[in-house]
């Protein structure tokens, strides 16, 4: 106690003993170490020792107090200014200012501030690196169910074609040399990749210059991918990229990180109103900025498998940059690097074209380039 | 219904007064709001806290303030414990749907009607926390009643309500109210809910039909378009209209009947939602009892409260206005109009700053753009809501404890203590499911 108790301080005051609601008028005065509760005849009711007081919500004429540590939910209504400051002053723990409060107040700020950060830091260095060690946990078997899930609903969105033309390409008697080169292809390319599950690759009838891959090892290359592409290695190059995600499992690590996103930010912090929107622009942009990383991460592997193949590595830069055209930066939204930034590092990592390699023959790429020549 | 005629004619006396300073409010929501912001949210808790504390402190009956004596660390606490609960939930139907194929997305449905129960499992257990945490004269309210009960009751009214479009909304509250304030106890004195969702139905019928009409004119509308027609010629160019009129003739006369009705949809609910929060308040409060014969017989035993046999019971009426709960959304218009011209301001000088200092195209600029969209986003919901919350809440909640009489108020004084604080985990599940309230 550091200052000295008004010892002898009488006042009135209002007491409910917390066994019944009877309202108790009483008188208080404060000794050296209790405020002591009389009632109106002078018979002494209760005791409380200074240090166990504790002050209670109340509105702003009323100090309220109680006991700490106490089940009883007895209390003490002091209307008297004098007795409430009194009481102010002999006790420690009780701050009637406001001040202390404001200072937890403070604390708690600040440590929710850094908890909201600690969340963001987590979700920007921490999820992706949990997702890498545990992409490559999921059983292979998870990951082709996966696979096939998703691969209904992509040929459902894709397929768009009459019913009686099939989607995959290299059926047709016109399509079958095309077939056995792109098979050829195929098998250069995964002899080079050095992948260990099972593919299943098809050139399917979409006119985009396009390829996608999905868990467990579906890759479909897009037939106006094949008509853009002006030599094999450009095609080639751009299946390598593909098989990039599948062996960094590009598809399974989506996932976990959409769904550490989303317990992150949906879950812990909250839906305080508009907060959807952090949420969702956060997320967003989170999920654009894991992609780039994953698709650059593919660019260097199709590098690798095509240096290894015999290939051109840098087709790959060249069919993106006439594709798509050379603008130099990307867009914090956008799920690929900037076209020209994927053409310099191709560039910059690749060796210069060995002359004259080449994935197919000239034959067999002409035979290629007619893989969907069946229906037209 | 005798008592209640007796009560009112009696209770000259204010019995129920709120009177807490608006500025107060102002501050603590505003502040609030602001801190919201900065912590994303976590400060929700002590926001609540702070909300509640001031609400009950400043609510008198018969002379006595309540009392929240709740904290914002049960409520994390609470919290924590509903992510322990629930998390593991939403993993194993993960796990199971991705394992399982069309059982899995069987399960996955009913995993939604799992959450649909768990949410008001967890409405009535954080009910169960406020009540327990409300403290008046010395003693708790308390909840009793099982949660589980309560959920399926719940699920299945509001199901009735959600198929019947609203038709059956007063039979809902009036169950539930009477569930609910059948286990609402004041220490030993057990409450009650006598209004009748027939009353409330009458009462508001009229303005069920006024809405419902043109929102079933609009979705008649747009249900007699063919949509798959006009659909199959929304791609290319050209004249686009010329060809949806020839794909469905009668197109933009049916669009255009549907926006009409439905703006007179919007403009009636607006017109009507205060006269609706005023008779559903008043049909509410006029509804609480307290005390019922058992308290009565209890009482019996001592000589004392013989005299109070008659009054055993606390009939509660209202004489909420409607217009003043209609003066109190006008104003909170008149601040939200305020409200987003400042709003405006702001942005319009947010962006002479931005086109002044960034260069366009570049990464950062980017980045700042879309923060500064997204946090106008954020200021203008929370506004919106704080705004609500200072005006439109609190004024009803202070208009609604200024009329409200009760018939006898001494059969307060005579109440023994009961009921122990019950766990936050409650509040915790409605946070985690975003429905926190009040």
Redesign the interface.
Known sequence: MTDPVAVGLKSEAVYFDGVTSARHDVMLELNNYAVVIFDKTGELIDQWPYQRLKHLSAPAHLFRIGLRKSESLARLDIADQDMAHAIDLACPDIDRTGASARKAGRRVIGLSFLAAASLFAVAVYGLPAIVDRLAPLVPQGIERRLGNAADIQVRAMLDKGPPEQPFECGEAAVEQAGHAAFEKLMSRLQAAAELRLPLRAAVVRRNEANAIALPGGHIYVFKGLIDQAETVDEVAGVIAHELGHVANRDGTRAILQGTGLSLIFGILLGDFVGGGAVVLASESLLRSAYSRGAETRADDYAVRVMRTAGGDPRALGTFLARIAGKSRSGSIFMDHPGTGDRVARIDAIAPPQIAGATLLDAAEWRALKRICAGYR | MAVAETGTAAGAARHVRF???ER?YWRIVVRGAI??M???????F?LATDVR?YL???T?IDG??L???GT?LELLQG?LFA?AL??PIYIAF?ITV??LGAFGNFLSTSSVLLLVFLSQYGIYLARRYRLTRT??????FHQSGNAIHYSICAVWWWGWTVLTLGFAYPFTRAALERFKMRNTW??DLQGRFVGSGWHLFIRGFLMWLAVLIPMLATAVALLAINWSAVIAVLSGGGDVIGRIEKASPRFLGQIGFAVTSFAVTLALVALLLPAFHAMVMRWWVAGIRFGEMSAVAHLRTRDVYAAYLRFGEIVATSHLRTRDVYLAYLRFIGFLIAFIVVLLVGVFFGLIVLGAFFES???LT??VT?AMM?GT??????G??TLFNATVTLAVWRLTANSIALSDTRP??????AGDASSPLGEGIA??L?LGGI
């Open positions: 009177i807490g300073p107060d801190l919201l900065v912590t994303l949210g976590l400060y929700r002590w504390r009950w402190a400043n008198e006595e303030s009392e929240y004596s914002a919290f992510i629930i998390l993960t991705l394992d403290v008046f004269r010395g003693l708790r004041y220490g195209g570049a990464m980017e980045f879309v997204v986003y954020v200021v203008f919901m929370l919106l809501i307060i004084g005579q109440v023994k203590a946070d985690v975003n």
